[in-house]
C-alpha cells in the first residue's frame, strides 16, 4: 500500500553535506514510523535515523550531532539532512515505513564519501 522513493545521493568529500528525501506515494507518510537505514557492502542493514508520528526522532550514535531527520508533511517527504560527512558513511541509503504488519522501502539512494 506504500510506495517509498529515495533521491539526493551521490559522491562528496569528507566534512560536505547532503541532504536526502523519501517520497511517499500518499498522503499517509504522518501515521507511521519513518527511518532511514543504511547497508555498506558486506555489512549489515543498520538503523541510521527515525521520526514517528508526533515528531519523536531517534539516531545511531555514530550520526547522532551530524544527521538530522525531518518530515513534511503537506509533501508527503521525509528528509534525512547528512553533515560533517565522513567516509564511514558510505553506504546504500534506504527508506523506511514501519507498520504493525509489515515494513516497506524504497530502491535505495548510494551515498559516497571520499576524497
Known amino acids: 500500500q506504500v510506495q517509498l522513493v529515495e533521491s539526493g545521493g551521490g559522491l562528496v568529500q569528507p566534512g560536505g553535506s547532503l541532504r536526502l528525501s523519501c517520497a511517499a506515494s500518499r498522503s499517509i507518510l504522518r501515521f507511521y514510523v519513518m527511518g532511514w537505514y543504511r547497508q555498506a557492502p558486506g555489512k549489515q542493514r543498520d538503523l541510521v535515523a527515525l521520526i514517528t508520528s508526533d515528531d519523536t526522532t531517534n539516531y545511531a550514535d555514530s550520526v547522532k550531532g551530524r544527521f538530522t531527520i525531518s518530515r513534511d508533511n503537506a509533501k508527503n517527504t521525509v528528509y534525512l539532512q547528512m553533515n560533517s560527512l565522513k567516509p564511514e558513511d558510505t553506504a546504500v541509503y534506504s527508506c523506511?515505513?514501519?507498520?504493525?504488519?509489515?515494513?516497506?522501502w524504497g530502491q535505495g539512494t548510494q551515498v559516497t564519501v571520499s576524497s
Open positions: 523506511n515505513a514501519h507498520t504493525p504488519s509489515r515494513d516497506y
